[in-house]
Structure formats: C-alpha cells, structure tokens
C-alpha cells in the first residue's frame, strides 16, 4: 500500500498498518486481501466509523473515482 501521510496508522504485531484497513479487518473478522480497498465514503481519510468505510477491490475503487471525476462531485 503507498503510504499517505493524511492516513492514521498503528502498529500491530510489530507492524504498521493503516488505521481504517485494521478497522475493516476487525468488523468483517478476517484479513483484508492486498487486492481490497478500503474506501472512506465521505472522502475525508481522518474519518474512520466503520458506516464510512467500504470494501472495494482495486477496480471497483478505479471505476469508482473515474466515474465521481465525470460527475463533477
């Protein structure tokens, strides 16, 4: 994952991770696959309710902002 400086990371086990993955992981009760996403719904990366983040792969996250860019949100 690249790292963004505007996402809260923890470390876990001895590793970093992004605080919003770690969360998701936690609620569905399984690892997240390196091909998912997790998606913060209202777009502000400091907001992790678990009613604002969504699992996504890797195109439907592509698909997902191409097609905010044509809409003009």
Same mark, same amino acid.
Request: contains cysteine; proline residues 3%; hydrophobic residues 35%.
């Given at each position: 994952?690249?790292?963004?400086?505007?996402?809260?990371?923890? %470390? /876990?086990?001895?590793?970093? /991770?992004?605080?919003?993955?770690?969360?998701?992981?936690?609620?569905?009760?399984?690892?997240?696959? /390196?091909?998912?996403?997790? =998606? =913060?719904?209202? =777009?502000?990366?400091?907001?992790?309710?678990?009613?604002?983040?969504?699992?996504?792969?890797?195109?439907?996250?592509?698909? =997902?902002?191409?097609?905010? %860019?044509?809409?003009?949100?």
């Amino acid at each position: 994952m690249k790292r963004q400086p505007w996402y809260s990371r923890l %470390t /876990v086990s001895g590793k970093r /991770v992004a605080l919003h993955r770690h969360l998701m992981a936690q609620h569905l009760g399984r690892l997240l696959c /390196v091909d998912e996403i997790v =998606h =913060h719904r209202d =777009h502000n990366p400091r907001n992790n309710a678990i009613g604002n983040l969504a699992v996504m792969s890797r195109m439907e996250h592509g698909i =997902h902002h191409l097609a905010k %860019t044509f809409r003009n949100d």
